[in-house]
């Protein structure tokens, strides 16, 4: 059984920074694509960034130039550094990976149980 676990969140004031990880555990043959969304009260869940098994990054434009995505293919994880948070970053992150269980099997989505942000002063 897959496993992903978020850890990093927390309370921080405008203009500071939080780093996000998350550790996938379990039987795991390889992972294509990480993802960060979050979701804020009252709105759906957004995309924050991505990042492929070759390198290819992307991320919402809300995001660009302040949150880096990276990961650590050896501990099956990926991190968000979130620099210059800013009020409207407040909402629960979750980690997405794309993944596949074995050379044979297909790939399938698996989620983390979220990790809450608040930005205020």
């Known amino acids: 059984q897959v496993q992903l676990v978020e850890s990093g969140g927390g309370l921080v004031q405008p203009g500071g920074s939080l780093r996000l990880s998350c550790a996938a555990s379990g039987r795991i043959f390889s992972i294509n694509t990480w993802t960060w969304y979050r979701q804020a009260p009252g709105k759906g869940r957004e995309l924050v960034a991505s990042?492929?098994?070759?390198?290819?990054?992307t991320s919402a434009d809300s995001v660009k130039g302040r949150f880096t995505i990276s990961r650590d293919n050896a501990k099956n994880m990926v991190y968000l550094q979130m620099n210059s948070l800013k009020p409207e970053d407040t909402a629960v992150y979750y980690c997405n990976a794309f993944l596949r269980l074995s050379s044979s099997s297909y790939y399938d989505n698996y989620w983390g149980q979220g990790t809450q942000v608040s930005v205020n002063s």
């Open positions: 990042l492929t098994s070759g390198g290819i990054a």
